[in-house]
């Protein structure tokens, strides 16, 4: 079963990810991580939704990602796009640390 927006956002703007929510228009919404898109083009009433994927993309061959790098995550379930943003988090903590 497809999540709706509500249940995607509500995923997305859980404090554990320590996301920041942004409109880019007026109905489309991405979340950011540290300065970094994480989500985007979140638009309300439709249950699209991208997460950076280029990360993640070079390490494990799980998730398949577009030629721009992002993971279409239409049809994860809550556990699947969860799983998915403590690892893309993860990376990008690491990644983060390594350029100080």
């Keep these: 079963m497809t999540l709706s927006f ?3 956002i509500s995923i997305f703007q859980d404090e ?7 409109s880019i228009k007026p109905n489309k919404i991405n979340f950011k991580y540290k300065g970094k898109v994480i989500v985007r083009e979140m638009r309300e009433g ?3 939704a ?3 994927g280029k990360d993640i993309y070079r390490i494990t061959e799980d998730y398949e990602v577009d030629d721009r ?3 279409h995550v239409h049809d994860f379930s ?3 796009i969860r799983d998915l943003l403590v690892k893309v988090l993860a990376l990008r903590d690491k990644i983060g640390m390594s350029n100080k």
Excluded at 16 to 22: L, V
Aim: no cysteine; charged share 25%; net charge negative.
């Design 46 to 48: 439709s249950p699209v």
């Design 50 to 52: 991208y997460v950076w």
């Design 6 to 8: 509500e249940q995607k």
């Design 16 to 22: 554990q990810y320590g996301m920041q929510r942004y």
């Design 69 to 71: 790098y992002w993971i």
């Design 78 to 80: 809550e556990e699947e």
